[in-house]
């Protein structure tokens, strides 16, 4: 008697799989200019001052004596550089070019975005070559990249660079963890069936906190092993 009831018995592993988003992603899924949390550089600063973080001070006046644009020295390739600490989807760019002089030093700049630090982040993919500004304007340049890093170079030229604001669009890019839990039932019930399996699934979704951020399924097949 008690032997056949064994019989009846069946271990089943169940393998689940739970995916995780990032939960920084879920917060900050909006367009925000990113560039105001970056660190700002350039190839040199002009007398020492107009740094590079006036470009990302979140005011676009564009007028030099006011502190909110930046200048390097007359460097062969000039360039300027965000680094926004993590990866971004970045749908656009808006500069804001000098206004009260020397709007024509922009022409011919180009922006770049992309991972590398190789020449500074110079080589990295190019937005777009801007070939003139309106003096004090502010233009928005679509780029659909990814990087962390966004430079502003005018390439093979001994010139200024002077930014007033660099605004930079975009959503960080989701991180996805993945994680695997092995389940063993010991149960009556044939898990072989769809339906028990979701039965027991609903289950475990029943005490998921966070079901945006944990996407919970059944990743194979169960295994059962018949006792005997
Ligand atoms: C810049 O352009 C994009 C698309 O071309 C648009 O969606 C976005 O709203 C613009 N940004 C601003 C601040 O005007």
Redesign the pocket.
Known sequence: MSSSKMENSQWSNLYLGICIFSLQWILTYQQVNVALRGIATQSSSFSGYYYASFAIDGNRASDLRLSSCTHTNADNSPWWRVNLLAMYDI??V?ITNRGDACAERLNGAEIHIGNSLINNGNNNPRCVVIPSMPAGASV?Y?CNMRGRYVNVIIPNVIQYLTLCEVEV?GVPVPVFKKAFLRIMFNSNEDLSNPTMREKVLGKIKSTNVQPSIFQIQWTKEPELETET
């Open positions: 749908s656009n808006i928005n679509t669009y």
